[in-house]
């Protein structure tokens, strides 16, 4: 079985969900103090807080990246998921002997549109009638890794980017957690 960790950064409601629909987690990380890091503790899923103090320009990216990678190797972790994680990773997390191609991440978007951490605003400013969310492997290119899973979500028009979003998040709370299990039984 392989081990997975799960990220977070926010509300965590996508990692309440794979809880829910019981993926086993061995380890969360969270780069800030967040619900998704009670969540972890309620259920009982061991946790680590790798702070992100610094939000400048000066903010060194490659470090802290390889801060998060000691932990993950630390406990062995074979697959990662980004669950609204907010702090984009520097290229030793990407490097062959690290974890290529064994981190995923969801996006509130049918990608290619909309990358980047405005995108269900950014759908929304742009007019279209039909977005979604993507299941992918990250890369060290942005919200550019090769697509495992894609659903659409209708925008309506009274929508404001909290409803919208939230629409979007009730179906990665699906998608997320089966195509993540699809991937652990392979
Ligand atoms: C999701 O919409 C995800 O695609 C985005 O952040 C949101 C995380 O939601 N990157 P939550 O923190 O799991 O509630």
């Not at 629909?21 to 800030?32: F, K, Y």
């Not at 062995?76 to 064994?102: C, Q, R, S």
Request: charged share 25%; glycine share 6%; hydrophobic share 45%.
């Amino acid at each position: 079985m392989l081990k997975l960790a799960v990220l977070v950064s926010g509300q965590g409601s996508i990692l309440k969900a794979m809880i829910e629909e019981g993926l086993q987690i061995s380890l969360v990380i969270a780069d800030r103090e967040c619900r998704g890091l009670t969540i972890a503790k309620d259920a009982g899923i061991p946790y680590e807080l790798v702070l992100r103090k610094d939000f400048t320009e000066t903010f060194d990216r490659v470090d802290y990246t390889k801060q998060v990678l000691a932990k993950l190797r630390g406990d062995n972790i074979d697959l990662v998921a980004m669950a609204g994680f907010m702090t984009v990773f520097e290229w030793p997390m990407f490097e062959a002997d690290a974890y290529a191609g064994k981190i995923l991440n969801t996006h509130p978007s049918l990608l290619p549109s909309f990358k980047g951490e405005h995108a269900v605003a950014d759908a929304l400013e742009y007019g279209v009638k039909v977005t979604g969310c993507t299941i992918h492997r990250a890369t060290i290119d942005l919200d550019a890794g090769p697509i495992l899973a894609q659903e659409a979500v209708r925008v309506l028009d009274r929508d404001t980017v909290e409803t919208l979003w939230e629409r979007i998040k009730e179906v990665e709370r699906t998608l997320y957690p089966l195509t993540i299990r699809r991937l652990m039984l392979a």
